[in-house]
């Protein structure tokens, strides 16, 4: 069956400094997607990335860098140079045929950043 | 950017009270999703939809029902409202028509309050 586990539950750190949230996923399909989303305390859900499982190349977008690592199963997000506004809920998901394209969520890291 | 609405944000009521959440799409997204969520928790999936007519019931029961007779409008309604009930719903759409992705863009969200 496929799963999505994030095993940091929450991660603080102080500003400026770099942080990395793990998502760790698994799924029998070969042709799957992976997402990032972020939940600020607002609470509305920001799509951050799309990945396909044909692409491993690595994702920059200004601060936020992805790993995907299919040999690991795992899609990390990396925040470089934090700020206090990237803290939110960052929620990894997963789709595939198995789940008919539906989403399977992780539970989310809860990132603090400090001032 | 997303088109997506919900409207109340934010929702105080009585038990035993019927309520309407509303979710609209100006995207022509064919699918559709209603998520419950608890504050910055992990998000389930209460009901979906592949298009007009269409209307599926997701992994956690719910005692809400929900309609798709437009394409772009997919309220969820609660017959008589509990203090259980209390929680977020999101609104999430994804797929234009002829369209493949499944991203899902997520609505702003309402947090429901039952007393």
């Known amino acids: 069956a496929q799963k999505v586990t994030q095993a940091q539950t929450e991660i603080s750190v102080v500003e400026k400094e770099d942080v990395t949230l793990d998502c760790v996923y698994e799924t029998r399909d070969t042709t799957y997607y992976l997402f990032w989303y972020k939940q600020p305390p607002s609470g509305e859900l920001v799509f951050l990335i799309r990945?396909?499982?044909?692409d491993e190349q690595n994702e920059i977008s200004g601060r936020y860098s992805w790993n995907f690592q299919k040999s690991t199963s795992s899609f990390n997000f990396t925040i470089t140079a934090s700020q206090v506004v990237d803290s939110a809920v960052y929620f990894c998901a997963l789709s595939d045929m198995d789940s008919n394209y539906q989403l399977i969520w992780g539970a989310g890291t809860k990132l603090i950043i400090k001032p | 950017e997303a088109d997506i609405y919900q409207t109340p944000r934010y929702l105080v009521i009585g038990t035993g009270k019927k309520i309407t959440l509303e979710c609209s799409q100006t995207m022509g997204h064919d699918k559709m999703y209603w998520y419950q969520q608890d504050p910055g928790m992990e998000l389930h999936l209460i009901h979906y939809s592949y298009g007009v007519n269409s209307t599926e019931k997701g992994d956690l029961s719910s005692e809400s029902t929900v309609s798709r007779i437009r394409t772009e409008h997919f309220p969820l309604t609660l017959e008589s409202a509990r203090p259980s009930h209390t929680s977020q719903y999101l609104c999430?759409?994804?797929?234009?028509?002829?369209?493949?992705?499944?991203?899902?863009?997520f609505g702003p969200g309402t947090r429901l309050t039952v007393l």
């Open positions: 990945r396909n499982s044909f």
């Open positions: 999430a759409s994804s797929v234009p028509r002829g369209g493949r992705t499944d991203t899902q863009y």
